[in-house]
Nanobody, 123 residues
Framework: QVQLVESGGGLVQPGGSLRLSCSASGRTFSSYTMGWFRQAPGKEREFVAAINWSGANTYYDDSVKGRFTISRDNAKNTVYLQMNSLKPEDTAVYYC????????????????WGQGPQVAVSS
């Protein structure tokens, strides 16, 4: 069984930064694509960013491109999401997820999920 444990959420002012971490266990972490998704109240879960198994390739939704950075440390079985220049519209529950094969922008392509820390951007 795969477990994904996230940390790093919280409340931040607009323009501020947060870093989310997601630690994985129960699978060969370095072999799998990792993704971050988010879900705001009343909205569907949406793609934020993904990174391939080696970390060489990253993918972002246009809404976060240039502000968020996804990275991974396979020695620590951890994936990160550095979020800078945060906006109120970034407020959501953020989930990390894992899948085999190539990255996907649809949540249905991912088979294991973290619990989802809350990120709130407000003054």
């Amino acid at each position: 069984q795969v477990q994904l444990v996230e940390s790093g959420g919280g409340l931040v002012q607009p323009g501020g930064s947060l870093r989310l971490s997601c630690s994985a266990s129960g699978r060969t972490f370095s072999s799998y694509t990792m993704g971050w998704f988010r879900q705001a109240p009343g909205k569907e879960r949406e793609f934020v960013a993904a990174i391939n198994w080696s970390g060489a390739n990253t993918y972002y939704d246009d809404s976060v491109k240039g502000r968020f950075t996804i990275s991974r440390d396979n020695a620590k079985n951890t994936v990160y999401l550095q979020m800078n220049s945060l906006k109120p519209e970034d407020t959501a529950v953020y989930y990390c997820a894992t899948k085999q094969g190539r990255w996907a922008g649809s949540p249905s392509g991912y088979d294991y999920w973290g619990q989802g820390p809350q990120v709130a951007v407000s003054s």
